[in-house]
């Protein structure tokens, strides 16, 4: 299959190693040939057993699953390649978080108010302090915004992480005595996913352009059906001296699906996140989306607001 995403990591496998006692050994492999091919990374899951090996291409992540066998000989076990989905949100909404909490003599304060809304496809995210006065501390506001972030990476809908978005800080309140990071942090991340909630999120899957050429006129139909069962939408059609071509978007879940072959044999390249919608197919008017991760920018008065670059995964 050939692909191109411009470098962007869209696609995984999962990689494990067939004998417990070689993980060490996986552990170290794989974070050689990261090293050498930025054109893929490793995250490496709680278990610490299963690794993510991510990429743009499945022959580059192929290639390296080949590598650990023949150039480290490494047993491994490896999951069949899926797409990587995000999470956005579509609309604006507001909500507050408090934790509160007392344990014997000491105790947890931390409450915020944030105001969630989309940010333009492919921004990323980006974190406003908007607080008046002393009403949250300033050693508060890194925990807050930390805070949002982990419940970014946790998602909203289907635990993928969310992307594009723009988060306002603009109230709270804390104690003399009670409040400290660990509150703040938690109280952020239960107003970001009160405020989610609220403002339309939706599911984000990459899609895929696809070129099918010199297709006889006879098949076209055939093409067509191929292209619509695939939750796929054909952009152009054109058929001159008996032969048809076509210019398809279709999700690149569904290319890596084994019933879907026949698009994978056609050149492609990445075209962008849409949103999935609730029937499961894909929502051409949510194109754009490319980030593949939230960012991680400083925290911010909106006089000083800065929209930091995003990090690759």
């Known amino acids: 299959m050939n692909r191109s995403s411009k470098g962007r990591s869209i696609l995984y496998l999962v990689i494990s190693t067939a004998d417990g006692a ?10 050689e040939l990261a090293a ?3 054109s893929v990374s490793i995250n490496t899951q709680r278990e610490g057993t299963l690794h993510n090996l991510e990429g743009s291409c499945e022959s580059d992540l192929k290639s390296i699953c080949d590598r650990l066998r ?3 000989h490494l047993a491994i076990n490896v999951s069949p390649s899926k797409a990587i989905f995000l999470e956005t949100v579509r609309g604006q909404a507001e909500a507050e978080g408090k934790y509160i909490r007392q344990t014997g003599s000491s105790g947890n304060y931390g409450h915020c108010k944030l105001r969630i809304e989309p940010s333009e496809p492919g921004e990323g995210y980006e974190f406003i302090n908007d607080i008046r006065g002393d009403v949250v501390p300033n050693e508060y506001i890194n925990p807050i915004n930390q805070g949002v972030q982990d419940a970014m990476e946790l998602g909203i809908l289907a635990g993928f992480p969310v ?11 804390y104690h003399e005595a009670d409040s400290n990071e660990m509150a703040f942090k938690c109280a952020a991340s239960i107003a970001f996913n009160e405020a989610a909630k609220k403002a339309n999120p939706v599911l984000l899957e990459p899609m895929m352009a696809i070129e099918i050429i010199e297709v006889p006129e006879r098949l ?8 619509a069962a695939h939750r796929g939408r054909v952009e152009r059609e054109e058929t001159k001296g008996g032969w048809s071509e076509f210019k398809a978007v279709v999700p690149l879940s569904e290319i890596l699906a084994s019933g879907s072959r026949l698009l994978a044999e056609f050149p492609m390249e990445f075209t962008g996140y849409e949103a999935v919608r609730i029937d499961g197919s894909s929502d051409e008017n949510g194109s754009g989306v490319t980030a593949n991760k939230p960012n991680r920018p400083r925290p911010s008065r909106r ?5 930091p670059d995003r990090e690759d995964v």
């Open 22 to 31: 070689d993980d060490d050994r996986l552990k170290t492999a794989l974070g």
């Open 36 to 38: 050498q091919d930025p």
């Open 70 to 72: 023949d150039e480290y």
């Open 163 to 173: 992307v594009d978005v723009k988060v306002t800080l603009y109230d709270g309140s």
């Open 220 to 227: 076209a139909a055939a093409i067509r059906t191929e292209i």
């Open 303 to 307: 006089s000083e607001m800065t929209r």
